[in-house]
């Protein structure tokens, strides 16, 4: 059983176009992060998120985090080529001494 | 502030060598974990290091060892290699508290 779950898998869009990844979850999460991961390389950390129902913003990317904290996600506007890449989402699962859990990450490949 | 190091990038074994990966976390964190990342299974949790002890363990065989050292640059190792363990072996650098994860570029493991 996936932990965490992330929608969709994959998504192709138009460049100019926006979107939505979500990141779902049966638990209740202290904190989010989003990273975002290009071939062959590790994932890049974009965002943490704390509070339930914080917004938080990186130019065209919004970042949410459930009131519950048991879900986020991302929404990016104005999609750019320079989007594209794998974005995962991770959380450390609340009062649970563990190991930071990831998604299996949404694949975005954004069309020139 | 320098960034999370792994060596080598790039590795091709045969099947039932073994090989060591290195990683060198970021200048004053103490916490080193690292993952498996194949297409099919997304990125797996290996084991996480904390001042040289292991403090969490993932799902996978003994073949998969790992260390760290006072310097808190840790190894992992991986035995009798098979083809399946081929995959990008990551390694991430947790602050304290260790809410976010910090990666290397990672090492791409080919086994022939």
Redesign the interface.
């Known amino acids: 059983t996936q932990l965490l779950e992330q929608s969709p898998q994959f998504l192709s869009i138009q460049e100019g176009e926006n979107l939505t990844v979500y990141c779902n979850s049966s638990s209740v999460f202290?904190?989010l992060?989003w990273?975002r991961q290009e071939p062959?390389?590790?994932?890049?950390?974009l965002v943490?998120v704390v509070t339930g129902g914080e917004v938080k913003k990186l130019k065209r990317l919004t970042f949410q985090f459930g009131d519950a904290r048991k879900d986020s996600s991302l929404h990016i506007t104005a999609a750019q080529p320079g989007d594209t890449g794998l974005y995962?989402c991770?959380g450390?699962r609340m009062n649970r001494d563990?190991?930071?859990i990831?998604?299996?990450?949404t694949r975005l490949h954004i069309l020139p | 502030k320098a960034g999370v190091t792994q060596t080598p990038r790039y590795l091709i074994k045969t099947r039932g060598q073994q090989v060591t990966l290195s990683c060198s976390p970021i200048s004053g964190h103490r916490s080193v974990s690292w993952y498996q990342q194949t297409p099919g299974q997304g990125l797996q949790f290996l084991f996480e290091y904390f001042s040289e002890t292991q403090r969490n363990k993932g799902n996978f065989p003994g073949r998969f060892s790992g260390r760290q050292f006072s310097n808190s640059r840790s190894e992992m190792n991986v035995s009798t290699l098979e083809l399946g363990d081929s995959a990008l072996y990551l390694c991430a650098s947790l602050g304290d508290p260790s809410t976010e994860a910090f990666f290397g570029q990672g090492t791409r493991l080919t086994v022939v």
Do not use: H, M, R
């Open positions: 202290s904190s992060q990273y062959g390389e590790g994932p890049v950390l943490t995962l991770a450390l563990d190991k930071i990831f998604g299996k990450g």
